[in-house]
């Protein structure tokens, strides 16, 4: 991330549902005499989905309006700087009234640097966010649930890491806690509601030529709070030895690799364990300082929605992003995703296109458009959809 201010934005629903802040700048700030900046910004957005509920057949279309607006204040102390982030998401479908949603997100941040040698980062997130019918924990059933699922999601996570950064050698402690719940369809989410504890060391060495040596460890304990009777306990330790590199050898190309093994081991002996090969790779190449492409994969064993043990999901995906000029943007994007399920027969097969492009007319008034091209075919004949989504908006920053 290029900056320290974070806004609230909606990832999206073809993908997932919550919310996650990202890094923007600040030419919209507003100053105020405390020292902190704040920064307002409402974003109006009218979609057609040709596919609400993600089914095969019978597809449900409809267009959809989405306002958003999102607040952002931060706070800058020498080295240090803390902020807090807001956003509301209102979905209004106008042929398919039952999927209409009200989301919200809140984020708080903090970056403490001690002395060149201690430093520590905290982030603390709470959403209030759905999944589309035949999303998440609805997968395959959009013909069988008249409502989105509901969920709730707390999560405080931070890292403390010693060593100067002018030095070769940097060690970084990292632990998590996340906690996420159903609120309705509890016929079959209740047995989804998780909450995980993470705790991880990474090592960084560096080559003093533009490369970072990697070495980490990361255990992850999720635990589920109901059991379901048929299919036993779900409860299962994930751990990850990897190693990698990170680099930026010149303006041109940057990246970060990191492959090992992952353990996904369950206390419920019924349930097949995981031991193999994970990866993830991000190489960005940028030819121009107006144009970049990134090309991405990975490989890990998830939990699944589903009645699987475990899927096994190699992810690959790039995009290209360009600025035309100073006030029109374009980004193109394709993703893939091969998911081979353990524990039934059962194999996915995900493909995701999609562009978008970013008008400035003002300072404070952007114009945007955009389409979403999902494909998933499957073994398993409930899974197969495909779907549409074109999009057109307005982003104010005040």
Do not use: C
């Not at 190489?283 to 009645?307: H, I, K, N, Q, W």
């Amino acid at each position: 991330m290029k900056s320290n201010f974070f806004r609230l934005s909606m990832v999206s629903a073809l993908v997932s549902t919550a919310f996650t802040v990202v890094a923007d700048d600040r030419a919209g700030a507003i100053p105020t005499a405390s020292g902190i900046d704040i920064v307002p910004e409402l974003t109006w957005e009218l979609k057609h989905d040709n596919n609400v509920a993600n089914t095969r057949t019978d597809k449900v279309s409809s267009f959809v309006s989405e306002l958003t607006p999102s607040v952002a204040m931060v706070l800058t102390d020498g080295v240090n700087e803390y902020s807090l982030a807001s956003a509301f998401r209102l979905g209004d479908y106008f042929q398919s009234r039952q999927d209409n949603f009200f989301d919200a997100g809140f984020r708080a941040d903090a970056k403490m640097e001690f002395t060149d040698r201690h430093r520590i980062r905290l982030q603390g997130n709470t959403i209030f966010g759905h999944e589309q019918r035949g999303q998440g924990v609805s997968d395959s059933l959009g013909f069988e649930v008249d409502e989105p699922g509901r969920f709730e999601e707390y999560e405080i996570k931070g890292h403390y890491e010693f060593g100067a950064r002018s030095t070769p050698a940097r060690l970084r402690l990292s632990a998590g806690y996340l906690d996420k719940g159903y609120t309705n369809l509890r016929e079959f989410s209740q047995f989804r509601d998780f909450d995980r504890r993470t705790v991880g060391a990474t090592f960084f060495f560096s080559t003093l030529a533009s490369t970072d040596l990697v070495a980490e460890v990361m255990r992850n304990d999720i635990n589920y709070k109901v059991v379901d009777i048929d299919r036993g306990s779900r409860d299962n330790k994930d751990i990850s030895y990897r190693v990698g590199l990170d680099w930026e050898i010149t303006a041109l190309t940057s990246g970060e690799l990191r492959i090992g093994q992952q353990r996904k081991t369950f206390d419920n002996p019924l349930r097949e364990d995981f031991k193999g090969l994970s990866w993830n790779l991000s190489v960005t190449y940028e030819p121009l300082s107006y144009s970049r492409f990134t090309l991405e994969t990975g490989r890990r064993a998830t939990d699944p929605m589903t009645a699987a043990d475990y899927v096994k999901d190699s992810t690959y995906g790039g995009n290209w992003q360009h600025d035309w000029n100073s006030d029109l943007k374009t980004n193109v994007r394709v993703r893939y995703v091969n998911s081979d399920f353990v524990g039934v027969t059962q194999r996915n097969k995900f493909w995701n296109y999609g562009a978008d492009v970013n008008y400035r007319l003002s300072y404070w008034l952007t114009v945007f458009a955009g389409f979403d091209i999902a494909d998933r075919d499957s073994t398993v004949e409930r899974f197969i959809y495909d779907k549409r989504v074109i999009s057109l908006g307005l982003r104010v920053g005040i």
